[in-house]
């Protein structure tokens, strides 16, 4: 594929998305919610806020802000030819210190000490799709996290390869009238996560609507009463089930891009039950979000690849990423390390091709960092949750490992179910594992752990874990 025809042509903008769909249809409405914005007075926030940005070339935006002030936050920024970072406040004061220390030269937003310059209109940076634009921290799982760049032209080749197979339509799918359907994503993942960026760019690709809503705990049912489209884990989709099955003719949802853990058959089939149509894939912080999609089915398999992503699975079983989505680098020391385009990026994650299907789909075996030696053997925990997940009353589950003095470690497993499952029935159910992978106990999930609205710590269930072993 031609990179020059794809960053001048495919995506059709010549300006920020925003201003575009400003300046098509100022009246129609962009985000969604308790206070609405058209586009039209979306660009006019925007603008305000620009005046009010300083001459750092990277903004910092505080988590705890509310959604509607990081997104005008992020474009005027953008828009200024500046580079954001939401830094996610939950991080420790350490890890926070760490990760500030590698921007360069940087200020916060808000900056209460700036007053707005009322005198000099904001001069618009030019729409340059190929420049670092956005900074987006891995999950830190196996340390402290990096700090990945990525311009516009890779969140714009994700949105674009995504919406080709999972339906969302906007202003850009107009060619009659403003009749048509406009669809509305739920903003329901944080944005200092690359998931939660990645719906932002879908909005902007298509010129669709942003909903922002409450959508923490009890709130997330109403919430998904006004969208057609959210991005949630599977045990946010149990909880909200049965709300949305009480109120049948006023739900609109009907698309739920599910991911973080393992999806079952029968919560799929229960959500299809009521129109709605869920999906599931692959990706990762440094590949722009999604890599590879599916309809959720309950297989064990990721997907087919989208388009401008491209992926090759090495002979260690490794995935290795390359296309259009991938980063540009990590910012390290204030400066851009970039990413070898044509050697790829190591994910660190190990699969394989399903070749019984045509296009070939990918199968995530799970993460080397996860693996861990029991015995002398080679213990991959997502195999083991994998297994545990195809029992109907389990929700979720984590296998984790703890220390042993004659095997150096053993898989516990962590579970979630929908009813009263005793440690008998879970052994029984796992006698079908080789004898190294049986779980040598059962806890329940821990009240405790952290919900950021993607995934569960790995490493923090494990330190949980271990205590409960001590103890």
């Known amino acids: 594929m031609d990179k020059h025809l794809v960053s001048e042509g495919m995506f059709g903008f010549d300006t920020w998305p925003w201003r575009q769909w400003a300046a098509m249809a100022p009246n129609a409405k962009a985000i ?13 926030l925007v603008d305000g806020q620009q005046a ?18 990081l997104i005008v936050g992020m474009l005027a920024a953008w828009q200024a030819g500046k580079k954001t970072l939401v830094l996610n406040q939950a991080l420790s004061d350490e890890v926070q210190a760490t990760v500030l220390s590698q921007l360069g030269v940087y200020q916060f937003l808000p900056d209460r000490s700036r007053e ?41 080749a994700s949105a674009a390869g995504l919406t080709q197979m999972l339906p969302f339509l906007g202003l850009a799918d107009k060619t009659t009238s403003l009749e048509n359907r406009v669809d509305c994503w739920l ?16 909005w902007l690709y298509k010129g669709a609507q942003l909903a922002i809503y409450p959508c923490r705990g009890e709130s997330m049912a109403s919430a998904l009463t006004h969208v057609s489209h959210a991005s949630l ?3 946010q989709l149990y909880r909200v089930l049965p709300s949305l099955r009480q109120c049948p003719d006023t739900s609109t949802l009907s698309h739920v891009l599910l991911g973080g853990a ?72 204030g400066a851009l390390h970039q990413i070898d385009a044509s050697t790829g990026l190591a994910s660190r994650d190990v699969a394989s091709w399903c070749t019984d299907v045509q296009p070939p789909t990918l199968r995530i075996i799970g993460r080397k960092d996860n693996q861990f030696i029991c015995g002398g053997e080679n213990v991959q925990p997502e195999v083991i949750e994998a297994h545990l997940q195809q029992c109907a009353e389990i929700r979720q589950a984590m296998v984790v490992p703890i220390d042993d003095r004659e095997f150096g470690a053993r898989p516990l497993a962590i579970i979630q179910s929908r009813g009263h499952l005793n440690a008998q029935q879970l052994a029984d159910y796992c006698r079908r594992l080789p004898a190294y992978q049986r779980p040598v106990a059962f806890l329940p999930w821990p009240s405790l752990s952290p919900e950021a609205g993607i995934k569960p710590s790995r490493a923090l269930l494990t330190q949980w874990a271990q205590r409960q072993a001590i103890d």
């Open 32 to 44: 969604d919610g308790d206070t609405p914005l058209t586009w039209g007075e979306l660009a006019a």
């Open 52 to 69: 009010r940005l300083g001459e750092a070339p990277i903004v910092v935006l505080d988590s705890a802000l509310s959604q509607r002030a």
């Open 116 to 156: 707005p310059d009322v005198n000099v209109l904001p001069t618009m940076s030019h729409w340059q799709p190929d420049q670092p634009l956005t900074l987006t921290l891995t999950s830190g799982s196996t340390g402290t996290p990096k700090v990945i760049a990525h311009a516009a032209h890779q969140h714009l």
């Open 187 to 202: 903003l329901s993942l944080p944005l200092f996560h690359i998931s939660g960026l990645a719906i932002v760019w879908r």
């Open 233 to 235: 884990v599977p045990t």
């Open 262 to 333: 393992a999806i079952s058959s029968a919560l799929t089939e229960q959500a299809e039950q009521q129109g709605v149509s869920c999906w599931c894939g692959y990706g990762m912080t440094e590949t722009a979000s999604t890599v590879t999609l599916k309809r959720a089915d309950g297989q064990d398999d990721v997907g087919t690849i989208l388009p401008y992503r491209d992926l090759m699975v090495a002979d260690d079983g490794e995935v290795i990423h390359r296309g259009e989505t991938l980063a540009l680098g990590v910012w390290q020391a």
